[in-house]
T-cell receptor, first 116, second 110 residues
Framework: GAGVSQTPSNKVTEKGKYVELRCDPISGHTALYWYRQSLGQGPEFLIY????????DSGLPNDRFFAVRPEGSVSTLKIQRTERGDSAVYLC??????????????FGEGSRLTVL | RKEVEQDPGPFNVPEGATVAFNCTYSNSASQSFFWYRQDCRKEPKLLMSVYSSGNEDGRFTAQLNRASQYISLLIRDSKLSDSATYLC???????????FGTGTLLAVQP
C-alpha cells in the first residue's frame, strides 16, 4: 500500500517483557515521527528522525524507550522492561522533508500495546 | 502547564449549528499552527493549516492570535459527518516536532 504501515496492529505482553514496534513510512518521506496516544488524550510526541538520525528524542519518557532507523526508511521503536503505564496506541507518522511548511504528517493506523 | 491546551468537550450540537473550538499554546516562539481531525479509533489527519491572517476552507475557518497565543476553529452549518475529535497542533519553536493538544470532541446530533 502507499500509506504508512505499522506492525503489529495489536500487541499484548506481560509486565517486564521486551517489545518492538515497526513502522514502514511512505516511500520517499525523509522525516519519521513516533507518538503515543492514551485514551482521551492527544498524541504525545516521542521522537522524530530526519533520515537515519534522531533529530529530536526529547519526548522519550525514559531510557527503557529507544528507536532506530538504520537505513533512513523503516523504523523500530523498542521498549524494554515494559510497564502497565506503557499501554497505549503507538502512532508512527512520516512526512516529506521536515513538515516545517505544510505541517502534514501522514499517520499509520497505530500499534495498540497492552501490558498486563 | 501543557504546551497546547484545549477544552476536551464534548460539544454536542444539532445539525446546522455553528460551533467554535479554542486552543492556547505556551511557547511564544512557535511558528506554525494546524488543526487535525481524528475519527474514533482512527489516525489523525490534517484538516487545515492556520495562518496569521486567518483562513477559510469551505465551512471551516481558522484564526490565529499570536499576541494572545490563541488559535480557533469555526465550523459553520455542522454536518453529522463532522463528528470527530479536533486536535490543535503547534510546531515547536526550536525543532520541527509537532505538539498536539488533547483534542476537543464534537458530536453533531440529527
Amino acid at each position: 500500500g502507499a500509506g504508512v504501515s505499522q506492525t503489529p496492529s495489536n500487541k499484548v505482553t506481560e509486565k517486564g517483557k521486551y517489545v518492538e514496534l515497526r513502522c514502514d513510512p511512505i516511500s520517499g518521506h525523509t522525516a519519521l515521527y513516533w507518538y503515543r496516544q492514551s485514551l482521551g488524550q492527544g498524541p504525545e510526541f516521542l521522537i522524530y528522525f530526519q533520515g537515519t538520525g534522531a533529530a529530536d528524542d526529547s519526548g522519550l519518557p525514559n531510557d527503557r524507550f529507544f528507536a532506530v532507523r538504520p537505513e533512513g526508511s523503516v523504523s523500530t521503536l523498542k521498549i524494554q522492561r515494559t510497564e502497565r503505564g506503557d499501554s497505549a496506541v503507538y502512532l508512527c507518522a512520516s512526512s516529506f522533508g521536515t513538515s516545517a511548511n505544510t505541517g502534514e504528517l501522514f499517520f499509520g493506523e497505530g500499534s495498540r500495546l497492552t501490558v498486563l | 502547564r501543557k504546551e497546547v491546551e484545549q477544552d476536551p468537550g464534548p460539544f454536542n450540537v444539532p445539525e446546522g449549528a455553528t460551533v467554535a473550538f479554542n486552543c492556547t499554546y505556551s511557547n511564544s516562539a512557535s511558528q506554525s499552527f494546524f488543526w487535525y481531525r481524528q475519527d474514533c479509533r482512527k489516525e489523525p489527519k490534517l484538516l487545515m493549516s492556520v495562518y496569521s491572517s486567518g483562513n477559510e476552507d469551505g465551512r471551516f475557518t481558522a484564526q490565529l492570535n499570536r499576541a494572545s497565543q490563541y488559535i480557533s476553529l469555526l465550523i459553520r452549518d455542522s454536518k453529522l459527518s463532522d463528528s470527530a475529535t479536533y486536535l490543535c497542533v503547534v510546531k515547536g519553536g526550536a525543532t520541527n516536532k509537532l505538539i498536539f493538544g488533547t483534542g476537543t470532541l464534537l458530536a453533531v446530533q440529527p
